[in-house]
C-alpha cells in the first residue's frame, strides 16, 4: 500500500489531523466512495484514539501499556485511512479535498532528461595484473553521476595515443562506478588511453573527458 497522504509526525498535530480529516471523510462518504466497513473502521477508530492518546500525554495515567495501546491504535488509524485515500479515485478530488487531507496532487508530468553537459572525471587503479578498475565521477564531485544521465562510455586505445574518435574502440557502458577490465597476457606492459563521456536516459550522450593514460600491468 503506497504511503497517500501526508501525516504530521508529531502526536498533536497527528491528533488535530484525525479530528478534522475522519469527520471529513465521513460527510463526504459519497463522493468520495468511503465503504460502510471503512466507515465503520476509521470511526471506532477514531473513538479509540480519544481515548488512548490523552491518557498517554498524562502524567497521572501514563504507563508503558497506555503508551504500547496508544501507538497501536495510531498505527491502525493511520494504516485505515491509506488504505481509505487509496481507494478514492484521483479524479474525484477536488482541491478543497486535498487541503482537507493533505493529500497532494501526483505529478504525472515527466521532464525528459538533458542532454549531458558535463564531464566524467575517471582515472584507472592498476594495482592488479592485467586487469584495469576504471573508476569514473561527476566532474563536480558531487555525486557519481548527473542527474538524467544513465551511465558512463568507456573507449579506449592500446598502444599509441588517439587523435581523433574514429581511433577509439568501444569498451563498455557501466550505469555505476567503478568498471574492471581484464585484458589478454599479449597486452602486459602496453599503454591505455581511455576517453569517458556520459550517456542520458534517451542515449544522448555529453562531451568526453580529458584522457586517462595506464599501463597494463604485467
Known amino acids: 500500500m503506497p504511503k497517500l497522504g501526508t501525516f504530521p509526525s508529531k502526536e498533536a498535530d497527528l491528533s488535530l489531523y484525525f479530528q478534522e480529516a475522519i469527520p471529513y471523510v465521513v460527510a ?8 460502510p466497513e471503512n466507515k465503520t ?5 477514531l473513538v479509540g484514539w480519544n481515548i488512548i492518546f490523552p491518557a ?22 493511520i494504516n485505515a485511512l491509506r488504505t481509505v485515500y487509496g481507494d478514492i479515485p484521483q479524479s474525484v478530488l477536488t482541491i478543497e479535498d486535498r487541503n482537507a487531507l493533505n493529500l497532494p496532487a501526483k505529478d504525472t508530468s515527466k521532464t525528459p532528461a538533458s542532454v549531458p553537459t558535463s564531464v566524467p572525471i575517471g582515472h584507472v587503479n592498476t594495482n592488479r595484473r592485467l586487469q584495469h578498475t576504471i573508476i569514473f565521477t561527476n566532474e563536480d564531485s558531487s555525486r557519481a553521476k548527473p542527474v538524467g544521465v544513465r551511465g558512463c562510455q568507456i573507449w579506449y586505445r592500446i598502444g599509441e595515443m588517439p587523435t581523433t574518435f574514429n581511433q577509439m574502440s568501444f569498451m563498455a557502458f557501466d550505469s555505476a562506478s567503478p568498471y574492471v577490465h581484464v585484458f589478454d597476457g599479449a597486452d602486459a606492459g602496453k599503454i591505455v588511453y581511455y576517453w569517458l563521456r556520459w550517456e542520458n536516459t534517451r542515449g544522448e550522450v555529453g562531451p568526453w573527458s580529458e584522457v586517462i593514460v595506464a599501463t597494463i600491468t604485467a
Request: charged share 30%; aromatic share 2%; no cysteine.
Open 28 to 35: 463526504n462518504k459519497q463522493r468520495l466512495g468511503l465503504s
Open 41 to 45: 473502521i476509521i470511526e471506532d477508530g
Open 56 to 77: 498517554s500525554q498524562s502524567v497521572n495515567t501514563r504507563t508503558k501499556t497506555i503508551v504500547e495501546n496508544k501507538d497501536f491504535a495510531k498505527n491502525n488509524l
